[in-house]
Nanobody, 111 residues
Framework: VQLVESGGGLVQSGGSLRLSCVAS????????MSWYRQTPGQSREVLAR???????TYGESVKGRFTISRDNDKNTVYLQMNNLTPEDTALYYC??????WGQGTQVTVSS
């Protein structure tokens, strides 16, 4: 299975971005999908998780600003990110069932 993230880029503080992660196979439907981020020298931080039936959990740093969702027909998980700050600058990864990672997409927030 392959995971491909997209949607990163440069945005001003206070702006929004929506990340997408497409899975190559239909095992997506039964999978728990997660979004993480990582900055240089730091470990990966879990941001949000969505189970097969849509139950979601969020990390404290993004609760109320980020929203995870999924479209099983498209094998895609999304991360809607609002009210971004420079502290959100990182490489963002999606993860399938805790074992498969995408290549990451860079998010840079300017002040």
């Amino acid at each position: 299975v392959q995971l491909v993230e997209s949607g990163g880029g440069l945005v001003q503080s206070g702006g929004s971005l929506r990340l997408s992660c497409v899975a190559s196979e239909d095992i997506f439907d039964d999978a728990t999908m997660s979004w993480y981020r990582q900055t240089p020298g730091q470990s990966r931080e879990v941001l949000a998780r969505i189970g097969p039936f849509g139950m979601t959990t969020y990390g404290e740093s993004v609760k109320g600003r980020f929203t995870i969702s999924r479209d099983n027909d498209k094998n895609t998980v999304y991360l809607q990110m609002n009210n971004l700050t420079p502290e959100d600058t990182a490489l963002y990864y999606c993860n399938l069932d805790g074992w498969k990672w995408g290549q990451g997409t860079q998010v840079t927030v300017s002040s």
